[in-house]
């Protein structure tokens, strides 16, 4: 999943990037206000991290900026003691907050729930016949048996299981499986398409020529 984070703290946007790196999502930045809402309404993000402290427009501005023109899911970071800013926030339309300091397995815990729930799933575990991806552990099994994943095809499968029975275009892909610094070949999802089909059954992802890839639902 492609994320943006907006913070101006350097050591903290490192922080969290790298963070959201491990957790496989590619991760954009942007460090003011003005650059975070020039990028939130420039690309679809899945999700942004939007903290509510920043140079030039703060976090609330930016978001009310966005939720005039897009629904991406919003997670506020905000001041601890601060009621008064988690309530602004998700009343200026945040999807989710967390107040600093920030613990990180949490931020990806809820950052999963919000993608989720932007897609219409409710729950971490998605099944599609016989095979279970669990986007909590991000893990996938088919017919109970474990399925091992390189870094780069799991996010690829859980983007098209979250949009099971709708056609995926390949840019859709390369918009979202890569960040802003990522120049991946050209061919890569050719090839990660090509081995899930060898783990999970050729049938499993339908190729609809000249428009994308499709996990029937
Ligand atoms: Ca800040």
Request: contains cysteine; hydrophobic residues 40%.
């Amino acid at each position: 999943m492609r994320i943006l984070i907006v913070e101006d703290e350097p050591d903290m946007l490192r922080t969290l990037s790298q963070a959201m790196r491990e957790e496989g999502h590619a991760v954009d930045e942007a460090v003011d206000g003005p650059e975070g809402l020039y990028k939130a309404t420039e690309w679809d993000y899945d999700a942004i991290v939007l903290d509510g402290m920043l140079p030039e427009m703060d976090g609330f501005e930016v978001l009310r900026r966005i939720r005039l023109i897009k629904k991406t899911p919003v997670l506020m970071l905000t001041a601890r003691a601060k009621v008064g800013d988690r309530i602004h926030g998700l009343d200026t339309g945040a999807d989710d907050y967390l107040a600093k300091p920030v613990d990180l397995n949490e931020l990806a815990a809820r950052l999963r729930a919000v993608i989720r729930r932007s897609q219409g799933d409710a729950s971490a575990i998605i099944t599609i016949g016989d095979v279970q991806i669990d986007t909590s552990s991000r893990r996938a099994t088919k017919a109970g048996a474990p399925i091992v994943l390189t870094g780069g095809e799991y996010p690829l499968l859980e983007f098209l299981a979250l949009r099971r029975g709708k056609i995926v275009t390949r840019t859709d892909l390369y918009d979202h499986l890569y960040d802003e610094n990522d120049t991946p070949m050209s061919n890569i999802v050719d090839v990660q398409i090509s081995n899930l089909r060898k783990k999970f059954g050729a049938e499993f992802i339908t190729t609809h020529r000249g428009q994308g890839y499709c996990i029937d639902a």
